[in-house]
């Protein structure tokens, strides 16, 4: 048997849910390790498959692990060029897909922290928290402004065809939904449709029971989890190389 790709995601509604959904659009056989983001300290394992304590990582078949979900949606998409996951680098497509994809990662990705903090800091007094929900509120709203915007241009975020952004849009983009102010059916109705067409699709359907722990059904190749500390073990015997069979 060879070893195949692990991926560290987070719950709960994680970033890495998006990297689920690229692995299952893939295709190719890969394994999950699950992280309860809540639980603190994290296990100690997985510092040394991420230093940062974030998700995801992707564990790959050399032993290495990635971390970054840019790196890792780039990795996949890189394996599902055939599958129009991805492009090759130096091509136009490429080019708009890493655009689309930087942006999601930083700028919408970013802009939700002042409210996830205002959120968090329920003990802070009412100054503080007004004033990162007006942060958060003009990010976040600028952010989706910009992403209805170009899906009022294209079909998916990189142009004609469904890609790794498409697949990180639909762990992140969710996150709006959190924040009532955000009225996406009426002020952002492309970004609406999209989150609801990939609602439907079976990845993103099989990346949600897998974050609920529910029962899942892999429309991809997914092999099943591995514990975290049997993972560990395993490297540690193989000098840190080698991932599961
Ligand atoms: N730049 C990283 C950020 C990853 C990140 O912030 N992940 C969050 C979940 S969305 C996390 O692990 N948070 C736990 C923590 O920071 O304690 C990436 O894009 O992969």
Redesign the pocket.
């Known amino acids: 048997m060879h070893p195949v790709p692990v991926l560290f995601y ?1 719950v709960p ?4 849910f998006g990297s689920i959904v690229a692995l299952e659009w893939l295709g190719q056989p890969y394994r999950l390790c699950r ?1 309860e ?1 809540l639980d603190h300290p ?1 296990p100690a394992a997985y510092a040394a498959i991420n230093p ?5 990582a992707l564990l790959l078949e050399e032993g290495e692990a990635l ?4 790196a ?1 949606l780039l990795n996949i998409g890189t394996r599902g060029i055939a599958r129009g996951l991805g492009f090759y680098q130096g091509t136009p497509e490429a080019d708009r897909l890493n655009e689309v994809l930087a942006y999601l ?1 930083s700028d919408f ?1 970013a802009a939700f922290g002042p409210l996830w903090a205002a959120y968090e800091m329920q003990d802070a007094d009412e100054a503080t928290r007004a004033v990162l929900q007006r942060i958060g509120n003009a990010g976040v709203a600028k952010a989706l402004a910009h992403v209805e915007a170009l899906l009022g241009r294209r079909p998916w975020l990189a142009g004609a065809q469904r890609t790794v952004a498409d697949a990180y849009f639909a762990g992140v983009a969710r996150w709006a939904e959190y924040f009532p102010q955000f009225d996406l059916a009426l002020d952002y109705p492309n970004l609406r449709h999209h989150l609801d067409r990939l609602r439907a699709d079976p990845a993103v359907q099989f990346a949600m029971a897998i974050e609920a722990g529910e029962p899942a059904t892999s429309s991809g190749r997914c092999l099943g989890h591995v514990m975290l500390d049997a993972l560990h073990e395993q490297r540690a015997r193989l000098g840190r190389e080698g991932v599961p069979a």
């Open positions: 987070g509604q994680g970033c890495s992280i983001m994290w940062l304590n974030q998700t995801p971390s970054e979900s840019l890792i990662n990705f």
